[in-house]
């Protein structure tokens, strides 16, 4: 099976841009969580999609979206970039039923804001 | 809300000798609690997971976990370290009801030959 995939892998974007990101889950999982990763904050989870709806969302601003589609493929978006927002984007997926499922990571996406 | 602590944020060890990495989570409700692995330059695997029963719980590449509810702990061991053991270490954990992992900040953990 394949595991989960983000694209693209690495991407530079200057103060004001937006960026979108891209996630692929595991075929039959459902939900698809992202979260960002920066070595002064740690791992911080964004939000959650489950079959198209947002379930759950963190302390990001309004910057930072997501939607997911019907093959249960999800986006990001981060308009308005600043240079605090350059971070590893991970994304995971599962298979959503409960909280005990395993989240899969995908590799992530390394976005440097300049 | 949920917090997890990792006491240590490096861990020096040698080839072969044993390793914990310890970790502290707080929470007013009922948690599953997880540890991950992330390599240099990838994303994070699974090595194992507590959800109920029994406290000592076995992973993939010989780690283990013993899940303390009185000490709020759940700290990772291994008995004997290989040169690919080197990677950052984290220990999570999710309410029973929200799939949203909170982390803790990450242990590095060095093997030396």
């Known amino acids: 099976k394949a595991g989960v995939t983000q694209t693209p892998r690495y991407l530079i974007k200057t103060r004001g841009q937006q960026v979108t990101l891209s996630c692929s889950p595991i075929?039959?999982?459902?939900?698809v969580s992202w979260y960002q990763q920066t070595p002064g904050q740690g791992l911080q989870f964004l939000f959650e999609?489950?079959?198209?709806?947002?379930?759950n969302k963190g302390n990001f601003p309004g910057r930072f979206s997501g939607r997911q589609f019907s093959n249960s493929r999800s986006e990001m978006n981060v308009s308005t970039l600043e240079l605090g927002d350059s971070a590893l984007y991970l994304c995971?997926?599962?298979?959503?039923?409960?909280?005990?499922?395993?989240?899969?990571f995908g590799p992530g996406t390394r976005l440097l804001v300049l | 809300a949920q917090s997890v602590t990792q006491l240590d944020s490096q861990v020096p060890v040698f080839e072969e000798a044993p390793v914990e990495l310890r970790c502290n989570y707080s929470?007013?409700?009922?948690?599953?609690l997880f540890w991950y692995v992330q390599y240099p330059n990838q994303g994070l695997q699974l090595l194992l997971k507590?959800?109920?029963?029994?406290?000592l719980v076995k992973g993939i590449n010989g780690f283990e976990a013993e899940f303390n509810k009185s000490q709020t702990s759940f700290h990772l061991r291994k008995p004997s370290v290989h040169i690919s053991d080197t990677a950052e270490y984290f220990c999570?954990?999710?309410?029973?009801?929200?799939?949203?992992?909170?982390f803790g900040g990450g242990t590095r953990v060095l093997v030396k030959p």
């Open positions: 995971a997926s599962s298979l959503g039923r409960t909280t005990k499922e395993t989240q899969y």
């Open positions: 075929s039959g999982h459902r939900s």
């Open positions: 999609y489950f079959s198209e709806t947002q379930r």
């Open positions: 929470s007013s409700v009922s948690v599953y």
């Open positions: 507590y959800l109920s029963g029994s406290t």
């Open positions: 999570a954990v999710t309410k029973a009801a929200g799939n949203k992992l909170t």
